[in-house]
Each structure stands twice: as structure tokens, then as C-alpha cells.
């Protein structure tokens, strides 16, 4: 590959290179039964040239010498073509200067085959046996492993390899025309790293919980209405975060490139630096650098090299989620997140981790601090508008807390808010030990879409007086 890139030749100003090999595998037992393996695997390449103020963009699957020098060509022929409609002059962008190198954490440690990872799996699924009442068991682990070759004109090479594991176990329970579904993580387990991920989310032994705990949803009366503190744990927090801070914080958003496909932002160029977006107690950032995460890296997509940076401090808004382009063409700071989902797409500006940061307060600090609320767990459902304002969301799993102690189990807790206001209603945020660190392998985003891995850690997090309801 390196002697490939290294024939290249164009009449490009600044051109390019970017290398994607990705694969993975999935391993599932559902009911006791073994199903199909599947796995998959996806190589490529990505050519970027820039010709005076515009940029050209090519993909191929031609990883030969001639291959790549033909999506050159291309990427140089479109921008050359595109001379009198960029919207960037990208001849006042700084270049990629820093070569270097990332990996997961223990990225060639050895993993269990398949017959170790089906036995895994078996226990658990059979272990959530709990009765006929109990009438589906799904236990699973995607592996993907991807590796990255960056390369440019001026002899920048950054090369990253990633390893991400996604384990869930999900229980269906069923009686009288009612059912409940409790999950490990409904698909927001994905992180960095090897077999100790299925430790960090407590796999193992997670059956037997998992389905004692959708018995006692079909149990659980429906959640009352009303409004009341509420108390979301991390695995919550990581839907809140996304949706009403992350998607709001994308500066092509808010510059208007999604207005057509996914939606606009409430939040403008004009508000950072002084719009409150929270309470004294939010403080969000941007960090690549909490490896075991599952966003984590050393350069974005555009070969920017990627740091901690504070996105909400004390809760005002200080800058968003946007890279290189979306900088220059805002005249805003921003933060090393131009990504793509695959070779065959250009980076835009996507949430990578962003997370929560720590407060002072222990989880029993925060039920004993509410009077009259409720705790929730685990998303469900989501909606929200296109301006990533005003949202509805569910959770599987709630808890009524009455005079600082948790009370009976509710099922089919949800709350509605506003993002401009939810999150000044923050009233305690939890301390470290409360911290879950998730991830989620489905953002979705673009035209053509892309769906790519994100981060988020989060301690637990008190909020007053939310409109609280139960579903149907």
C-alpha cells in the first residue's frame, strides 16, 4: 500500500490518502440455539485533492497502484470542476501537519473462538430461564476490528487500529396481553478494547438479573404521571447527551447542512461564549483520549490531531462539535471530529466521546437528596424535532423514590423536556464512582448516510421537576 500511495502523481495543490480495512463477526445464541455466524469484511480507499479554493472527492475499491492514481484523478477532474462553487476556500485551511500512530487498548490480545464465545453466551441465555413467563432469551457479542492508513501530500502518515467489542442480552417476558423487554444495554455496550469489556459491563451473571428484572416490569404497575425530580442513570444519560447536546452541537448542522435530511439545531453560531446552556453543574467535553471508549483516536478523518476540550464549562456553551471545514467556514473553534463511517464516504462533523463530566455527590447522596421522583434506566424510545429541541423519551427499566429512598419498580417510564431548558433544571450531578463509561455503533447522519460509533460517559444526574408519564 505504502509503495502504491508513493507512485502517485497529480497536479492537485494537496491531495489525500485515506486507507479503511475494517471486519468483524458476530456470535449469538437465541433460546438455547446457536445461530449462524456471521461475519463480513470492507477495504478501501478515500482520495481528497485540492485544487486552488475547491476540493474533489473519489472512492475506490481499487487498492492497486493504478486504482488509487485513477480516484485521484477523479477527486482532482470534480474539483477542478467544482472551481466556482466551493464554499470553503480551502487554500485558507491549515494542512494536516503531525504524522503519529493510536491503538485500542490490547488490540492483538487474543479473544475466545467460537466455541469459547458460544459457551459465554450459552450460560447466560440459559441462566435467564427463569420460568414460562420468560418467552425469548438473546445473548450476543459483535467483534469488529478496523484498521486506518492516512496518508498525504506533504508526507503526513497516521495509521490507527482499533478493536471494539459490543456485548447485549436481552429477556422478553410475556403474561396476560403484557410484555416487557429488559436488556443489558439495548446496544449501547460498545467500547474499545478486549474480553475485559464484557467485566466492565458486568456480563457475566447478567442473565439471571437481566430476566428477574423484566419479570419484575410485567409485574410493575404502569408509571404515574406527573412532575417530579428525575434521577437518569448513565446508561440514560448516554440518550440525553446525544440527542439534546451532541446533534444540537454540530456546526454543519447549525451552519444548515442538514436542514433537508436530519434537521437543523436550536442552537446558533452567535450563542458560544455566553449562552447558558445548563446549570453551574454541566460540564460536557469532547475527549478521544478515554481509550477504553468506544470513540476514541488520535487523529479525526481529515488528519487533525484530536484533543480534550470543553464544549459546556459551568455550564455555558464555549464550542461545538465541528472540524477543520466547518471551522474555517464558521469562523469558530472546534474540535478534531470530521469522521466517516467508511472509505466510500467524506468526513463531516460527528459527536465522537463526548461526555458528562463528574460531579461531588454519591449515588446514595442523590436518591436521598429527592423527595418526590423517580430513577430510570436503560433507553427504549426516542423521539425528538428536527431543530433537536423539544423530546420525548422512554426507558425500560423505572423506580419511584419518595423522601430520599427508592420505592416500588414502574414499567414504561418516560419524560419530555426541552433541551434549550432541560438541562438548566440540573440539580446533582454524581460523583465518579457513579461514572458509566457507554457507547452506541448506530449514529446516524449524511447524504449518503453514515452511521458510525460514538461515545459517551456520563455519572448519574439529578433534574428538577420534569414532566414524567407512562407509556401505553
Known sequence: MLRAAGALANRADFWSLRVLDERYEEHEVRND?????????DRGAMLIAWVGASAGYAATADLSAAGLQAALDAATARAEASAACSLIDHRQLARPAASGEYASPGVDAPLPGRAEWL???GRECAAAALGSRIVERCASVRVTH??????TSDGVRIEQQFRYLLPELSVTAHADGETQIRSLGRYGTL???GIEVLDR???AGSGARIADEALQLLAAPNCPSGPRDLLLMPDQMMLQIHESIG????????LGDE???????FVKPEMFGQYRYGSALLNVTFDPSLREEAASYAFDDD???????????DGVLERPLGGTLSQQRAGLPGVANARASSWNRPPIDRMANLNVEPGDKTLDELIAGIGHGILMRTNTSWSIDDHRNKFQFGCEFGQLIENGKLGPVVRQPNYRGISASFWRSLKAVGDASTRGVFGTPTCGKGEPAQVIRVGHASPACVFGNVDVFGGA
Open 303 to 313: 488528519g487533525a490531531a484530536a484533543t480534550k476540550q470543553y464544549l459546556i464549562r
Open 201 to 203: 459491563y458486568a456480563f
Open 247 to 254: 446533534h444540537p452541537l454540530e456546526l454543519d448542522r447549525i
Open 33 to 41: 440455539i446457536a445461530q449462524p455466524l456471521r461475519q463480513d469484511r
Open 259 to 265: 436542514r433537508n435530511f436530519a434537521g437543523w439545531s
Open 119 to 121: 459457551d459465554r453466551l
Open 146 to 151: 478496523s484498521e486506518q492508513l492516512y496518508l
Open 191 to 193: 467500547a474499545q478494547g
